[in-house]
């Protein structure tokens, strides 16, 4: 794998570099042939869809932290103040992903037409409100009573900070006064009588109190009392030996109003019971149950603080009235006492002013008064909707104020006398639902308290229907609201409220989701009662349908074209997987609060009305893409332009279907939906692409063979720039066969098979490309001569394919065949995988070869430009007489010249393999040479200098020894040989082979010659013993038979007689007996190539003609060289032989010397001699 | 590929793209198996989408490399095979003549093939009609000789013929019958522009060259 990465590397390095560099025209004119169309699909599909990834992750990043953000909330509802989210604890800028305008103008399509959507209408009229719950109350009396309690407020907090008059103004506004009406109900107000107030003591518990009794504990208990009237003493139950007693008790103490400087005085005592331990004992044991004993500790604890006992005080608490705030304390006083330094211990309290009143009049007001005040705030302040949270503004909040006080509201009352008003506003002017889930969160308590008030929870869930509407209105709608932080945090709220409104126990007498003010779910789930649960659901699915039927609706086509539909398919599945993304974020809180699958729903929704929308359609356009025929054989510019647009947008469908199935099989699981097989819809439009694709891709490759300068990239490489396009192409096709990540096993095999295929073809079509581009180069036509020159061109050419070859392999590996091939073999089995896997293998071995091939054309057609130039060079250094060194050396030159640009450019393999075929060239030219010029009777030097010259070449050509196509080099040369020798030494040449023939004789016809031969010094001593078998010449059956003895060459002896032995008459076995001393010279002993021959020959009756009956040979250095006496030395028998091949090189070549005596006196002989006729 | 360097690839034949056709278990694989590697496997699989394999064959002296592509018949494969129809050169259908619907069907993959490979001029198409599986007995036989050269007839096909991939009967003349029927298509239909007609000139030359090599080292 490493170095397939590291030549795609190097690939992509390239690529980058052609960027860098000025080629970028190039590239720009390479992909104006087809508009890109690669690009298109592959690495421009690619980087969209990868920021769409990006965008994806930045969405799921943001999800995961909005859920963070809300949990904690919509879990801890019970301390729901502290939770508050750690503002902007998420700040941090988030990544910003660079659209390309396109991207920008889709999501601008998405946020339109989302934004519309939520301007639009509503489609149903929004519930009509038919129990009104308002019971006139008279705004005059209300407005009195208001006045009236402003006019005497009570409490710290209020008057010091607002003046009187300021409330007085901001109330006739809020009720919307006139003066008149103000001043007179102002006067009435002045007139009434103050109120009665009481000061409500709640003492709760004490701490630290100082020991009073010799156990070391004190039995306290409580006298309170205002300083105003003294006598008035309200005591509290003792608590028995303890220090830290808890009383939790209530105490009412009238106020007189107009004493504001009063003092609440806190005493707390220790009991001491004046009768023994046994009468208080006694006493007790006499009571019955707990109340009584508490009542008679009360009755003792009074008599005590009337002085008739010595009780002893432990501490003292002063409270001015003043300091106690109209809304209330609680608060630990330190008790104190007269001189005393040390603490005498701490008691808290809580404190709050109240009134007596009806407390149902005083609620109905109170909801009036705040109903009237919260629109009149809401007019004023300019709150969004959505938005009021409680906060009312300080004059508003302290009539309020003073109104509960003044109406003696205690607090569960007035939880529900908000819960009613603020639901009682939510249909025209919606408040935060973060407000009502803390009030919801507050009421739950009490309707869960065994103490609860059946009347208020009737009116609870009155209200509770009035608030419904617009929970479930939200989450139905939600789509309408802004995607932001305070969305979510509103559906938090709403679904935390209906999980609380879930827990508590539901009023079986009414229907929470009553038809007419819930319309839309008639249709839906009728069967399944209204629970909250199930009508979440159904507004869920509703919320979902409308949106889409609302998007469907808008996002119209602006005509019917395929192209149009598929803009607008793209369009619908983009704007509903963003919806889906959105949903996802809200998921999480969907599931954790009310264990709805919320985006999971929304998916199974949206992916069967996409499927309904699209499916069918598709298919037939993916059908109807076949329409648009191109022509094979004609690959020229045609304007299918508007079809591969088409395309683009068919599989940017496809990607975004693809990338809506993965956030959806996220969501479900392995839920089979039916959208997952939505791939199947393009199969056919990704066969008609492939198609397309392999026409664009020639298109291009002509395109860039025709631009191609034919000179390297850079200096590292030796390919040029077409090789790279090619190459371009195929990555871009793989690019986008990894974008399709084709989800079926089966098709994919097949669709692979088909690129492979494709691209194979490719390949060829290149190599033909290019061979045509480069053909006609390199030849030279000067005044003198025609011939060719390899060029670099040629070289770089034939780089090119073998580049572009060499990187199919790789390239297939990247299209993950193996694993391909694996994921078969678990769907179907092994072997099945395994055949596949050959077929693969195949289709590559199958293109490789025929790309070799074409290199090897290649090469040939090199070659053989060469040929013509080389025969003639050669013809040229052969016919030069006077062999000059020159002549050869201009053959050597050009070849020279010529390998080394091959060399030089050419990569190592296919150096070799032109120097195979060059060489085999060669070959072939040398051959037909020396047969032409044989033709032609050249003389012998011509054969000698071209022998010269493939010595020459053989020395330069074959650094190693092993060639394939010796023996025709062998040939060749021995050919040379032959016909560049003299004519006698051709003649010695065929009595050598005439030797050598003789040694492979294992018997003959003719007969044996037995013979002993010795030098002794330069003498040759030869002894003639015998011959045998014989062969019979004469008409009687036998033979006159003698032998003649003659060295040769012939001119090499001329001076050294031919001795012959006599003649023995018809005898087939004769007895020669004879020994002849042939003296030589010491140069004629030496020649290498000296033979002795024995001519036996059958004597004529007349002595004129004698017959040839055989002849033998010996070789002068077969001979020994011994001082011993020949007759010891071993005989030799010689088989006797006749010429019989007469067709030879060299008599061949003796042949052709028509002119020549000597030859044609030899043949004639040779003739004679083989045919055993009559030798003159 | 570093052991093929020096090697000069032997295979410089025309290339013709031959596609197998026909129904599921008439015999396709075993017909380019019994072709290409004189192989028998009386329990193959069913082809997933397609194969492929490559043989050389010799005809009139002639070499030619057939890249046979063996295709799935099966319906459910359709997609998968159609992609590799286009730039055939030769068609085979086959059908078993044990199998009467497996003959019917053959106008369907008749037009299947024409539809997806994009020929225009579909009469002068090499088509070669392949009745597998002749090893039947005669009760099992539901086409007859006559039935098939009618078909035949009726569509313009000249060449048709019955073999056996079991018993190794009439393949090697099927494949050599759709070459012949190819060449005379060719010459028919006199194409002048086709990228393998270079290829077939040039190893001609080279053979050539190698004759007269071969003769002039033999006679001498």
Redesign the interface.
Known sequence: MSSEDAFWKTISDKLKRQKSVVEKAHERKLQEVDGSFFERFGSILHERSESEKKRDLQNHVRATKASVRFLPRAFLHQDYEDSQPPQEADSEPEPEIELNEEEIDNQIIITNVNKEFSSSADSEQDEKDDSHYYSGMNLDELYLEVLYQIHHNVGCDVTFELGETALLSYVQDAFKMSNEKHNQLLTAAQEREPPELLLNVEVIEAKDLIAKDSNGLSDPFVTLYLQSNSSRRYNSSVKMETLNPVWEEHFALPVMNESCDDILYIEVWDFDPAETMREKFGKILKVKGLRGATRLIKEMAITATMGQHENELIGIAKIPLKTIPSSGMLMWYSLDRKYKMARQGVIKLHLSFGSEKNCQVAAQEHRHLLNLLLLHELETSQIGPYEWDGKFGSQAEAIIMQHKIQSGLCPTEIDFVQWAAYTFVQKEHPLSFGLYLKLLTKISKHLCAPSRNEESVKIFWTFTKKLLPSCIGLIRKVRKRPHDKKTAEQIADVLNILLQLMCLQQPFDSDLFPTNLYPWLISYEEEKPRSISNVLNAAVVKGGKDWLQFILERTEKQDNSVDETLVYFHKVVQIVRSDLQRAVEYDKMFQRIMNLEYAKTLYNLYQLEISNLIEDELISICKSLKTFAYDWNCLSQSDSNDHMSLGTRLFELYLALQRFVCLGTTLSGDDDFRIRNCHTWFQGGVEQWLDIAVVRAMQRIEKAVELDDLSPIDESVKYSSSALDTLTIFHQIKIFWDQLNWPDIESSYSFVAKIIDDLCRCCLFYADKMATRVDGMGDITDNYERRFEVTKEWCLAINNIDYVCQSLKPFTEELQLNSLIQQLAEIRNPLEAERCNDTLQNVLENALDTIQNKIVELLETVAMKMSPAMKKLLIEGAEILHQDSNSIHRVMRYLDNNLATLYEELNEDNFNRILDIIWGNLGNILYDLIHSNIDKRRPPAFFSNLKATLQLMVKSFKHTDETTDSEVLAKIEWLLTVNGMETNELIHQVHIERWRDQLELKSSPYGELTVRLQFLNNDLKVEIINARNLIPMDSNGFCDSFVRVCLLPEEKFTNISKPRTQTHTKNLFPLYDETFTLNLTSGQRNLPDGLVVFCVKDRDFLGMSNQFIGEAFVHLKDIPDTTANIKTLSQVHLFLSRPSNLTTDCITALENRQGDKLAKEFLKRLKQKSSGSPIS | ??G???M??T??NA?LKVVILGDGGVGKSCLMNRFVSNHFDEHS??T???????KDIEIDNESYTL?IWDTAGQER?K??????Y??SDICMLTYAIDDKSSFRNMNMWKNEFLYYA?IKENSSFPFIVVGNKSDVSIEEREVSQLELETWCNENGIASCIETSAKNASNVQEAFKMAVQHWLRAESRADRT?C?YS??VD?SKK?SD?RNS?CA??TD?
């Open positions: 590929m570093s093929r360097v020096n000069r690839p295979n410089k290339l699989f069913h997933i989408g397609v194969e492929f394999l490559n890249q494969f997609t998968l095979r159609t992609p590799f286009r730039g994009d522009e990228t270079d290829t040039l080279q060259v090599c002039g080292a001498d």
